[in-house]
C-alpha cells in the first residue's frame, strides 16, 4: 500500500472515530440535549416554584380538616356533645393528618414559605393546627364518653405508643411554634416530647429502639422519629439535656447501621443477631440524612457532639454520591441497580446535599452538580395534578432482597411528598446561594466561589 494511501485510510478512519465520539456541546442550541432521559439543565427558579406549587395544591386539595359521622358521612358541625362515630374527614388519597409522614410535609412547607416567601405554604400548616387546636377537647370528649381503645381519629396525639406517633410531628408542631404560624400547641409538645424521651424503649446506653420485628431492633427510620425532635426541644428550652439525648442517639445507632466500607446505612439491627446480613434501603439512608441535617440545624455549634454528627453526615453523604444513577435518582435499594428508581429517598438526598452545601458544610465544587442532577431526575416524578410518583409505600425491617426489591409504589404514599417540597426550597436556595457561580462548562456545571472562573 503506497504512503499516500496509508494516510488516506489514517484519515477516514480518525474521522469515523469522531464523528461516533459525543459531541461538545454546540452553542447556543444543542440538538443533542435530547438525547438525556432527564432535563439535565440549570434549573429556572421559575419551574422550581410552580412544582413547589402543584405540591402544595395538591395536598391542600387531599387533606380535609373537618369531622364526619362515619356511618352517615354527614359533616359534623355540633361540638358540644361528641358522637361515637365522629372521626375526621376521610381524603381520597387516605393521608393520616398525624402520620409522621405528614411531620415532614409540614417541614417542606415551613421551608418552602421561607424561602419562596409564599405564604400559602404556611396556611396550609396553619389549617392543620388549628383544626388539631379547635377539635382535641371534642375527641378527648368522645374517647372518655365512648371509653374508645385507639379507634379515635386524634389516638395519636391523646395517646403516642411508638415514634411513629409522636417524633416527626413533635417536631413539626415546635417548628411552627416558633415560626409563629398558627396556634400554640404546646399541650401536644409535651405529650409527644415525653413519649419519645421517657416512654420509648430503648438499648441500655439510650439508644431509640423497638421490640419488633425481634426483641431490641433498631430501624435506621427511628432516627427521624425521634431525633429531630429531640433536637427540636433543646432548642424550645435551651436545655442541653435533649440535645446530649439526639447526639448520642446519632451516634449509637450509626455505630450499629452504619457501614463504613460503604459509607450507606443498613436499614435495620437486631441485639440478638447484630451479624445478620445487610440490605441498605434507600429510604432508610434517607431518614439518616434528614436526621443528621436537622439536627446539625439546631444544635450548638460548641456542644461537644457537633463535629462527630458533622462528620457522620459528610461520609454518609460521600457514600450516597457515589449510587446515584444515570437518570440522577437513586435506587431502591442503593446497592442494587436491579432494584427500581425511588423518589422519597432520592428527594431527601437532594435536600441532604443542597442544604449540606447552603449551610457550608460540604464542599459546593464536589457535590453541587450531584445536587443538581438529582433535582433534574426529581422533577420529572412530580406530575401535573401534583402528585409525587415513583415513592414506596409503607416498608418494615425484613430480611430479605426479594421484599425490598419489589415493595410497590403509589402516589398515595405521603412518604414523597414532605422531601419533595424540602428539596425544591433548598434547590432554590443553591441557585441563588451568593457564594459561588453555577457555570456550565463541557457539558457539565461547575460550582466556582465567585470570582474564579473555570475555562474549558
Known amino acids: 500500500m503506497s504512503l499516500v494511501l496509508v494516510i488516506v485510510f489514517l484519515l477516514g478512519d480518525l474521522h469515523a472515530q469522531e ?103 404556611n396556611a396550609f400548616s396553619a389549617r392543620h393546627f388549628q383544626f388539631f387546636a379547635d377539635r382535641l377537647p371534642y375527641f378527648r370528649a368522645q374517647e372518655n364518653m365512648f371509653h374508645l381503645e385507639r379507634a379515635n381519629s386524634f389516638h395519636a396525639p391523646l395517646d403516642p405508643r411508638s415514634l411513629d406517633d409522636s417524633g416527626s410531628m413533635c417536631a413539626a408542631y415546635i417548628r411552627a411554634r416558633l415560626a409563629k404560624v398558627g396556634p400554640d400547641l404546646q399541650a401536644l409538645i409535651n405529650t409527644c416530647s415525653h413519649y419519645v424521651a421517657k416512654m420509648q424503649y430503648r438499648l441500655a446506653d439510650g439508644t431509640l429502639a423497638r421490640q419488633r420485628p425481634q426483641a431490641s431492633s433498631l430501624w435506621a427510620d427511628d432516627l427521624y422519629m425521634g431525633v429531630p425532635a429531640l433536637g427540636e426541644m433543646g432548642r424550645l428550652t435551651g436545655d442541653n439535656a435533649w440535645f446530649d439525648d439526639a447526639v448520642n442517639n446519632v451516634l449509637g445507632m450509626s455505630s450499629r447501621l ?70 440522577g435518582l437513586w435506587h431502591q435499594m442503593l446497592d442494587r441497580n436491579d432494584s427500581y428508581l425511588e423518589t422519597s429517598a432520592s428527594a431527601i438526598f437532594v435536600y441532604g446535599y443542597a442544604h449540606a452545601i447552603n449551610q457550608g458544610w460540604i464542599s459546593p465544587t464536589t457535590y453541587g452538580s450531584i445536587a443538581l442532577a438529582g433535582w433534574a431526575g426529581l422533577s420529572t416524578r412530580i406530575n401535573a395534578q401534583g402528585q409525587v410518583e415513583g415513592t414506596c409505600v409503607a416498608t418494615t425491617f425484613a430480611s430479605d432482597q426479594v421484599y425490598y426489591t419489589h415493595r410497590p409504589t403509589s402516589v398515595a404514599a405521603l412518604h414523597g411528598y414532605g422531601p419533595t417540597l424540602l428539596a425544591g426550597a433548598e434547590m432554590i436556595r443553591l441557585i441563588q446561594n451568593p457564594a459561588f457561580e453555577i457555570q456550565s462548562k463541557l457539558r457539565t456545571f461547575h460550582f466556582v466561589p465567585k470570582g474564579n472562573v473555570i475555562h474549558d
Open 19 to 121: 464523528s461516533n465520539r459525543p459531541q461538545e456541546k454546540p452553542r447556543p442550541i444543542d440538538p443533542g440535549e435530547g438525547t438525556y432521559p432527564v432535563p439535565y439543565r440549570r434549573p429556572a427558579i421559575a419551574d422550581i416554584t410552580s412544582a413547589l406549587d402543584r405540591v402544595r395544591n395538591y395536598m391542600e386539595s387531599v387533606t380535609p380538616t373537618s369531622v364526619t359521622s362515619k356511618t352517615t358521612g354527614q359533616t359534623i358541625t355540633q361540638f358540644s356533645t361528641p358522637v361515637a362515630d365522629a372521626i375526621v374527614t376521610p381524603n381520597e388519597a387516605n393521608f393520616n393528618l398525624f402520620a409522621y409522614e405528614m411531620g415532614v410535609v409540614h417541614a417542606g412547607m415551613l421551608h418552602a414559605a421561607e424561602v419562596t416567601g409564599d405564604a400559602r405554604f
Open 258 to 327: 452504619f457501614n463504613p466500607q460503604l459509607n450507606i446505612y443498613t436499614h435495620g439491627w437486631n441485639a440478638n443477631n447484630p451479624d445478620a446480613p445487610q440490605f441498605y434501603w434507600g429510604r432508610a439512608n434517607g431518614w439518616a440524612v434528614l436526621t443528621m441535617c436537622d439536627l446539625l440545624d439546631v444544635l450548638p455549634k460548641n456542644h461537644p457532639g457537633y463535629p462527630k454528627v458533622l462528620a457522620q453526615l459528610r461520609a454518609t453523604l460521600r457514600g450516597i454520591a457515589q449510587y446515584q444513577s444515570g437518570a
